[in-house]
C-alpha cells in the first residue's frame, strides 16, 4: 500500500535553475496539497487541490506553480529556483471531508545553492 | 500571524514519566484539532484527534485534552517511550480553503531511558 509517494527524496539546484517535484497517491483522495517546512515555521501551505482541474494558492505560494490533471497526481514546479526555497517539501492527500486526517510522503529536501 | 501556536520548541523526558506537549488557538472558529507526529526523514503521521463537543479523547497512551475557554490544547504521554522522541505538531483544519490544515511550529520531544 504505497500511500503518498514524492519524488526525488533529496536534490540540489543551482539558483536559477527550474524542476518538478513529484507527488502521486493511490487512495482515491480529492484532496492534495504541497507544504514546507522550515525551522521553527512549522509546515506552511504551498499551493492545494481539492480535485482534478482544480488548484488554489495557499500562504507562500510565490515561486511555485502546481497543476492537478489527475486525480492521482500533484506535481509542484519551481520556476526560477532561489536559496529561499531551500526547504524540506511534502506533499499531502486526504479524502476531502473537512475532519479527514491528511496522509503525508516522506518529503524532499531540497537545497538551492 | 500564527493561529497555532507551539510555544515549546523542545522538550526531554524520562522514559516512564508523562510528557505534555502543548498548543495554544487564536481562532475561535477552530472546532477540530490533529496532532501529528514526525520522525526524523519521514513524512508527519497522524496520531490522534479532537473535536471540539468533547474535552478530552483518549487513545492508548496519548491523551489530548482541550480547553476551549483558554483555546489550549496538550497532549499527554503515558508513559513516555524512546521510541517516541520526535516532533509534534499540532493542527486545525480551515473550512475556507478546502479544509486545508494550519499547523504550529512544532514540538521536539525527547525522552531518554
Known amino acids: 500500500n504505497a500511500g503518498v509517494t514524492q519524488t526525488p527524496k533529496f536534490q540540489v539546484l543551482k539558483t536559477g535553475q527550474s524542476m518538478t517535484l513529484q507527488c502521486a497517491q493511490d487512495?482515491?483522495?480529492?484532496?492534495m496539497s504541497w507544504y514546507r517546512q522550515d525551522p521553527g515555521m512549522g509546515l506552511r501551505l504551498i499551493h492545494y487541490s481539492v480535485g482534478a482541474g482544480i488548484t488554489d494558492q495557499g500562504e507562500v505560494p510565490n515561486g511555485y506553480n502546481v497543476s492537478r490533471s489527475t486525480t492521482e497526481d500533484f506535481p509542484l514546479r519551481l520556476l526560477s529556483a532561489a536559496p529561499s526555497q531551500t526547504s524540506v517539501y511534502f506533499c499531502a492527500s486526504s479524502p476531502g471531508h473537512l475532519r479527514s486526517e491528511a496522509f503525508f510522503g516522506q518529503g524532499t529536501r531540497l537545497t538551492v545553492v | 500571524d500564527q493561529q497555532v501556536k507551539q510555544n515549546s520548541p523542545s522538550l526531554s523526558v524520562q522514559e516512564g514519566r508523562i510528557s505534555i506537549l502543548n498548543c495554544d488557538y487564536t481562532n475561535s472558529m477552530f472546532d477540530y484539532f490533529l496532532w501529528y507526529k514526525k520522525y526524523p526523514a519521514e513524512g508527519p503521521t497522524f496520531l490522534i484527534s479532537?473535536?471540539?463537543?468533547?474535552d478530552k479523547n483518549e487513545d492508548g497512551r496519548f491523551t489530548v485534552f482541550l480547553n476551549k475557554s483558554a483555546k489550549h490544547l496538550s497532549l499527554h504521554i503515558v508513559p513516555s517511550q524512546p521510541g517516541d522522541s520526535a516532533v509534534y505538531f499540532c493542527?486545525?483544519?480551515?473550512?475556507?480553503?478546502?479544509?486545508?490544515?494550519?499547523f504550529g511550529q512544532g514540538t521536539e520531544l525527547s525522552v531518554k531511558p
Open positions: 479532537i473535536s471540539s463537543i468533547k
Open positions: 487512495m482515491n483522495h480529492e484532496y
Open positions: 493542527a486545525a483544519p480551515t473550512y475556507n480553503q478546502g479544509g486545508k490544515l494550519i
